[in-house]
DNA sequence: CTTGAGATGTTCT
DNA sequence: GAACATCTCAAGA
């Protein structure tokens, strides 16, 4: 696997379809991280859409803050944000400038750099549980509000075509977890019965 | 495997 | 003060 291979996917991608087609798009591409150590990277598993013009739950709803700008900036760049007091989140921007849109990155199948997730997560842990949500990925792939606003074809931080990605996956939709609005929108993506899925049972 | 509860700090009302 | 796009641990089945 070569980092050719992992070129970073083009502007087109995130300017010229709707905030739903993105997240619905981005299953199953890759998202790679390069640290000093090496690379981490895993297959986007798991995605949820939120639009602020029409989304109550979405931020940007409200209008523009300190802390959500980055969502009415350009498409393509990443918006992160601290929640839970605890916990980083990562999301794709979508939607023109002066738009709210973004794409959360609810989980990932891990495939490079494992060990280097571990040396962050916790050195027993499962693979299964390394990049299993959305502050978990945060965590192994080393994202912090100092990627906030980064263009995602960086050098640092990018998303990409997976390589060998031959096999066939479906994509299956449901309600988005941990808000408390819109609950019945079916703007959750993911792919069914795979082990690297979020969630629990009951949501 | 599942379930319940506590942690922790920024943002907004 | 309350809410929050969450996670971890411990205990039960």
């Known amino acids: 696997m070569t980092i050719q291979e992992l070129a970073p996917l083009a502007s087109a991608f995130y300017d010229d379809q709707p905030t739903l087609e993105v997240a619905r798009a981005l299953i199953g591409r890759t998202l790679a991280r390069r640290v000093a150590a090496g690379l981490v990277a895993g297959i986007i598993v798991e995605t949820e859409a939120y ?54 990155i609810r989980a990932l199948e891990p495939t490079h750099g494992l060990e280097l997730m571990r040396e962050r997560r916790g050195s027993g842990l499962s693979t299964r549980n390394l990049c299993r949500g959305p502050g978990r990925l945060c965590q192994a792939l080393a994202v912090t509000l100092a990627d906030n606003g980064a263009d995602l074809r960086g050098p640092a931080l990018w998303i990409a075509e997976t390589p060998d990605s031959a096999c066939a996956f479906s994509i299956a939709t449901s309600p988005r977890i941990g808000i408390s609005q819109a609950t019945d929108w079916l703007w959750r993506f993911y792919v069914p019965g795979n082990r690297y899925v979020s969630g629990r049972p009951w949501r």
């Open 51 to 104: 639009i602020g013009a029409v989304d109550p739950s979405a931020h940007g709803y409200r209008g523009q803050t300190a802390r959500n700008g980055a969502m009415f900036g350009p498409a393509g760049r990443a918006y992160v944000y601290f929640t839970y007091g605890m916990h980083h989140c990562l999301n794709v921007t979508t939607e023109p400038q002066g738009a709210a849109g973004a794409v959360l």
